[in-house]
């Protein structure tokens, strides 16, 4: 392994040689402990001392230092987390409830408070009924194995989230992976399911790439074969559509999605997840979700400052005017700078640099140390010939903030000023 | 090892972790995809195909292979080093 060590990645340690469960395969130190390898780590985890806003402070993990960042990583996309009125709701729930629900849902931990978002979170999304899970990964893995069982079948776009393909192995049915928005090959899969129980599954922007599923002609093809469908729509929910209600909104298909799921921890700036569809499926789906009916109800706290930030994202589109203001201004200039940004039609921009792993991390710590917080992606997140930077646009972000960032990234991406 | 041992031991694999496939079906010029295999029973095929071997290939390594006969080569590669 020494002699091409870098060609490894975390993909490569999955499967554990070791006698003992409790140690780690017995090359995983060996690769771990490399300092090129310890390079790449070193981006991961680095402390945030102030909240995730566009502008913050982190500890640098390249040299121990504290430095003033424009943060592109964070996804507080409407800048909702630090927004003074959300501030002020969690406060006021804090003060009345305190921090915890001490229970799950169903025996004790439901509160007025969750009926309240879930009773909202339904409205907004025009379904009938609405589960609120304490985490939005815990939302899809308990919603896909509460809907799925052996013998069902999910198909999925090969870039879909790893919480619905957890889901999946959990629930025991049988997953199908189409090309990435292909239309034939999602028909493909579905021949092979005809007859079948079975779910397809999609996400509103594809959160590696920031494009955006064909939504119309995938619920076509639904409708076709008799198969469910369901949207996550993480990233594009209160940034898509007239309403902000997400890309199911965008295509003008609301009432043909079958499970619409969405997450509460990015432009909404909070904590947890939710799913809303028809109320008997969600009556059936707390029988059977693990994580709702044997996990703690959500944070009251968190709860209260969620409440006021969809009042706040949806009593006008002025964040999300901003939002769009800014993505806009930002993919001109990275255009003007030649940059490769794949497909992206959202607030989500990848910037492809290729197969060259030590590059990225080379690009990643010249960044930083200028000031700009834009995390490296690498494999296996991503392929191994197109690893990234990954920006996620927020409406905070200012006009000098936006040209600052562009001055760095032509500097060291565009021109090698390492 | 010679690389029709190295099939062998491939095709074994595929037989024990897909549905309906009987080694004497297997085409070393097709692909798992051609077999009903998914990424991940394929990720499967693999792994249990080099800890049987004994060998550890970088999976970045193996993004461009489309099929079993190139898998085999490429294993091949790391055998006896
Ligand atoms: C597409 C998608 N689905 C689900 C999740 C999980 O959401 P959360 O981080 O809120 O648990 C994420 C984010 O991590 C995501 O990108």
Redesign the interface.
């Known amino acids: 392994?020494s002699d091409?060590i870098l060609?490894?990645?975390l993909?490569?340690f999955?499967?554990n040689?070791s006698p003992s469960v409790l140690n780690p395969p017995s090359?995983f130190e060996e690769w771990m402990g490399h300092p090129a390898v310890q390079r790449g780590f070193s981006f991961y985890e680095q402390e945030l001392l102030e909240a995730p806003r566009v502008s913050t402070r982190i500890r640098s993990n390249l040299d121990g230092k504290e430095r003033r960042i424009i943060n592109l990583t964070s996804y507080n996309y409407l800048g909702l987390s630090t927004h003074p009125e959300v501030i002020q709701a969690a406060k006021d729930a804090l003060d009345k409830y305190g921090l915890g629900s001490s229970g799950a849902p169903l025996l004790s931990g439901t509160l007025d408070i969750h009926v309240e978002l879930a009773q909202k979170l339904a409205e907004f999304k025009k379904k009938e009924d609405c589960l609120l899970f304490s985490s939005g990964l815990g939302a899809n893995v308990g919603t896909i194995q509460g809907l799925l069982r052996k013998g069902d079948y999910m198909v999925v776009d090969?870039k879909i989230h790893k919480s619905i393909?957890d889901g999946g192995?959990l629930s025991g049915a049988k997953?199908?992976?189409f090309d990435h928005n292909s239309m034939d090959s999602l028909q493909m899969m579905l021949e092979?399911t005809k007859g079948k129980r079975t779910l397809v599954a999609v996400e509103g922007v594809y959160s590696m790439d920031g494009d955006l599923p064909r939504l119309p002609e995938i619920l076509d093809l639904c409708d076709e074969y008799g198969a469910g469908s369901y949207v996550d729509e993480a990233h594009s929910t209160l940034m898509f559509g007239a309403n902000g209600r997400g890309v199911a909104e965008h295509f003008g298909v609301e009432d043909r999605v079958g499970i619409s799921f969405g997450t509460l921890s990015k432009s909404f700036g909070g904590v947890g997840g939710f799913v809303c569809g028809s109320k008997p499926i969600i009556r059936y789906l707390k029988g059977y979700a693990s994580p709702w009916n044997f996990s703690c109800a959500p944070s009251p706290a968190v709860s209260g400052g969620l409440l006021k930030a969809l009042e706040i994202a949806t009593r006008d589109s002025s964040l999300r005017d901003k939002l769009w203001k800014n993505v806009t201004y930002l993919k001109n200039g990275l255009n003007r700078l030649g940059l490769d940004m794949g497909e992206s039609e959202s607030q989500v921009i990848p910037i492809i640099i290729g197969a060259d792993g030590a590059k990225l991390m080379r690009f990643a710590a010249a960044m930083q140390t200028r000031g700009l917080f834009l995390q490296p992606v690498d494999?296996?997140a991503v392929?191994?010939?197109a690893r990234r930077f990954r920006i996620s646009v927020s409406s905070q972000l200012t006009q000098a903030e936006m040209d600052e960032t562009l001055n760095i990234i032509e500097d060291v991406i565009v021109k090698g000023k390492e | 090892m010679t690389k029709t041992e190295v099939i062998e031991v491939i095709k074994r694999i595929i037989e024990e972790n897909l549905d309906d496939v009987s080694i004497d079906d297997i085409d070393p010029q097709k692909s798992m995809k051609d077999y009903g295999a998914n990424s991940l029973d394929m990720i499967e095929v693999v792994s249990c195909s080099m800890r049987e071997l004994n060998i550890k290939v970088p999976r970045a390594e193996l993004a461009e292979i489309h099929n079993i006969d190139s898998l085999a080569d490429k294993f091949m590669e790391y055998m006896g080093s």
Do not use: G, Q, V, Y
Request: aromatic letters at 22%; proline letters at 9%.
């Open positions: 392994m091409n060609n490894f990645s993909a490569d999955f499967f040689d090359d090969e393909i192995t997953m199908l992976f092979k494999f296996p392929p191994a010939h």
